[in-house]
């Protein structure tokens, strides 16, 4: 699918694999298009990454940025969370259908975590108010209903972030972890309590060793 390309930061930008139909990501777009979100959709091929499996990206995304939330705050704040938690939960129904592993070069091998259960084949990320990034990630040991009641969480917390910062929870977990402005906050769903974690790099690196 080729999207008009220019300079204007869209609201959201949706991933997809670059094999999958344009009539399907229409379809799982419909939400956000019907309603005049500023979208942008990309598609992207089997490239090969060197990093760890929570650094590389996913065959599924959402990226939901600053512009999107600077417009709803002047219209119908409600409205617009209701439409952006209802998109997102449809991307990751699709998301949840596919498999997907990470393969290695042999040289490599041992950034390959032996014990890392989130899905490469979906992921979210958020840029807040003060322009941190957090990437929201999907456990495979967890069902469906787990994702979509993490995705409520977390527009909730989002939705906090940018009417209370700098007093808001997000913010709050944030500076727990005491990590540099420029690095991503990975946000997991607790397999025990189903309640969003948040992590650093090096909390991560810790997790999946």
Do not use: C
């Not at 600053?66 to 990751?92: T, V």
């Not at 950034?111 to 979906?122: A, M």
């Not at 527009?155 to 700098?166: R, T, W």
């Amino acid at each position: 699918m080729d999207n008009k390309q220019s300079d204007k930061i869209p609201g959201i930008v949706l991933i997809f694999p670059k094999n999958f139909p344009d009539e399907a990501i229409h379809q799982e777009a419909n939400i956000f298009l019907s309603n005049n979100i500023d979208l942008e959709i990309l598609k992207y091929g089997n490239e090969a990454y060197n990093g760890f499996e929570w650094i590389i990206p996913t065959a599924f995304g959402a990226y939901i940025l600053k512009p999107y939330f600077d417009s709803f705050l002047s219209q119908a704040g409600k409205d617009h969370y209701d439409i952006l938690k209802a998109g997102l939960k449809k991307i990751i129904e699709k998301g949840k259908t596919y498999k997907m592993s990470a393969i290695a070069a042999n040289q490599s091998i041992e950034k390959l975590s032996k014990t890392y259960t989130q899905s490469l084949s979906i992921s979210m990320e958020f840029q807040t108010i003060d322009n941190r990034r957090i990437k929201l990630l999907f456990d495979n040991e967890l069902d469906l209903n787990d994702w979509s009641n993490a995705v409520e969480q977390f527009v909730e917390l989002i939705s906090e972030n940018y009417k209370e910062y700098p007093n808001d929870r997000l913010t709050i977990e944030i500076k727990k972890l005491n990590t540099k402005p420029h690095r991503i906050i990975y946000s997991l769903i607790n397999t025990e309590t189903k309640k969003l974690e948040f992590r650093d790099d090096l909390k991560m690196l810790e997790k999946y060793k």
